[in-house]
């Protein structure tokens, strides 16, 4: 099965062809800004905390490191490696990879759930994009100036209960996604990740900074670090690990395609542990920023979905100059969520260009106005559907809403399976010499990695689906 030495020297001849004709980052901060554009967004802000909140706390978090550790450290370095030795798209270059091998049906397979993640994401991603557009307008107007935690509820209520506004503003946010990768993801998106990435960074810190005076800093500090196990249970668990790969972004092949563009001399070790760093620093900050208000205005920490959109405003209704950093923030997370959302959907479009022969323009109209279509469905999850939860008869499932399902079966099935068979890819099927030239690690650094990907990330991803199963 795997490539023989003197195979291997034409084989990475090959590849290593291919790779030079096209463009590569312009340095390991590209890399690392563009990846962690497509990381940071609203899984870090939005999601982090709702399921830390709904989960427990503690323990989950405890459980969400440990997976970014053990399970999505290893499989970014391996998506990120894939990439690079193929250099090519991520169909593309697992073909390569794996055709002289006679192993057709892996790639196949892989591709296929990385485009069906890759357009029920988006589709959800994109209404809760909505909500971050609608609230630049409602931070901006003043209308969180001074308002008690139950009138901010009720605009976060109101927004959920009218969905031509939810339409509205998921149409917005999915025309701003289509916008840049019909033109092609360019360089000005490169530059824009270096300015606005650290300016959200600095506005959690104020939040933070905030929250810190608000008298709940000290119950939010224990509520997320200090773990309490009982309150961890078997779906908490999976929910964690489907969160790991949710947040750095794997599973759907996007570092496969960042992979490709990273020059040859750049450690893949790092940059991929620079991201993960980054990424799990932006969501425990988020956590920080957000928990100390739930705490002192006696809010609930398992409200949900809409935790940041009932949390933040009430923060910044009460802080000095509170418009305009509310507005700032709901910008600044617009542009999370934004770079977040090509990468969704730059996957699809490069997959139709490539395998369907498409053009560029087309393949994005077709392929966005499928994931907005799809997103309506969510869009009426939130208020005519709500209480239509069709796989109610699972238990797990129980009274989940579409919007639920599709939250639940990306980020917890469709994306751990895409990990799974990456796992599996880069660990027992690619020559060993080749990853190991790739990765150009130390010995025992090396040993260390190849052993976590071929027993450890497959078996604890596979422990979790079946525990979950029964
Ligand atoms: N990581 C992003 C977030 O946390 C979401 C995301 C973008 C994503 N691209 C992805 C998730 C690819 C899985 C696969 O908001």
């Excluded at 982090?48 to 997976?67: K, R, S």
């Excluded at 994401?121 to 630049?136: C, R, T």
Aim: charged share 10%; with cysteine; aromatic share 12%.
């Amino acid at each position: 099965m795997s490539v023989t030495s003197s195979d291997s020297a034409t084989y990475s001849g090959a590849l290593e062809g291919s790779n030079a004709k096209r463009g590569l980052w312009s340095s390991r901060l590209a890399f690392i800004l563009a990846a962690t554009g497509s990381a940071v967004g609203l899984g870090n802000i939005w999601k982090f905390p709702y399921i830390t909140g709904e989960n427990g706390g503690g323990a989950f978090v405890l459980m969400y490191l440990i997976c970014i550790a053990v399970v999505g450290i290893p499989i970014m370095m391996a998506e990120v490696m894939i990439g690079r030795r193929g250099g090519r798209s991520p169909v593309s270059s697992l073909r390569l990879i794996t055709e002289r091998d006679g192993l057709r049906p892996v790639w196949k397979l892989m591709g296929a759930v990385g485009i069906l993640a890759g357009f029920l994401i988006l589709s959800f991603y994109s209404v809760i994009g909505g909500w971050a557009v609608s609230y630049v307008g409602t931070a901006a107007s003043g209308q969180l100036t001074g308002q008690s935690a139950d009138a901010i509820g009720a605009i976060f209520s109101g927004l959920l209960s009218d969905p031509m506004t939810l339409l509205l503003w998921h149409s917005v946010f999915m025309a701003l996604v289509m916008v840049v990768v019909a033109r092609g993801v360019s360089s000005g998106l490169e530059r824009a990740v270096t300015i606005l990435m650290p300016a959200l960074f600095v506005l959690l810190l104020i939040v933070v900074g905030y929250a810190m005076t608000s008298g709940g800093f000290g119950r939010a500090a224990a509520f997320l670090f200090q773990p309490d196990f009982s309150k961890l249970t078997t779906s908490g668990v999976l929910v964690a690990l489907g969160h790991a790969f949710f947040t750095l972004s794997l599973g759907m092949a996007v570092m496969i395609a960042y992979g490709s563009y990273l020059p040859k001399d750049i450690s893949i070790a790092k940059t991929s542990i620079t991201v993960s760093i980054i990424d799990t620093g932006v969501a425990l900050l988020a956590g920080m920023a957000i928990f100390p208000i739930v705490f002192a205005n006696g809010l609930e920490p398992g409200a949900g979905p809409g935790l940041i959109f009932q949390t933040l405003p009430l923060a910044f209704g009460q802080m000095p100059m509170g418009s305009f950093f509310g507005t700032l923030f709901f910008v600044l997370l617009i542009f999370a969520a934004w770079t977040s959302g090509i990468s969704l959907l730059e996957p699809i479009v490069e997959w139709l260009e490539e395998q369907k022969g498409m053009n560029r323009t087309v393949s994005t109209i077709g392929a966005g106005l499928v994931c907005w279509a799809l997103g309506i469905a969510s869009i009426l999850s939130l208020n005519l559907w709500s209480d239509f939860a069709p796989l109610s008869f699972v238990p797990t499932l129980e009274g989940k809403t579409i919007f639920d399902l599709l939250d639940f079966f990306t980020a917890n099935i469709l994306l751990p399976l895409g990990g799974l068979l990456v796992a599996i890819f880069a660990g027992w099927v690619m020559s060993r010499q080749a990853v190991k030239k790739e990765l150009a690690l130390s010995p025992g650094a090396f040993r260390l990695w190849h052993g976590t990907l071929r027993f450890v990330t497959p078996v604890a991803v596979a422990a979790v689906f079946v525990y979950n199963l029964m």
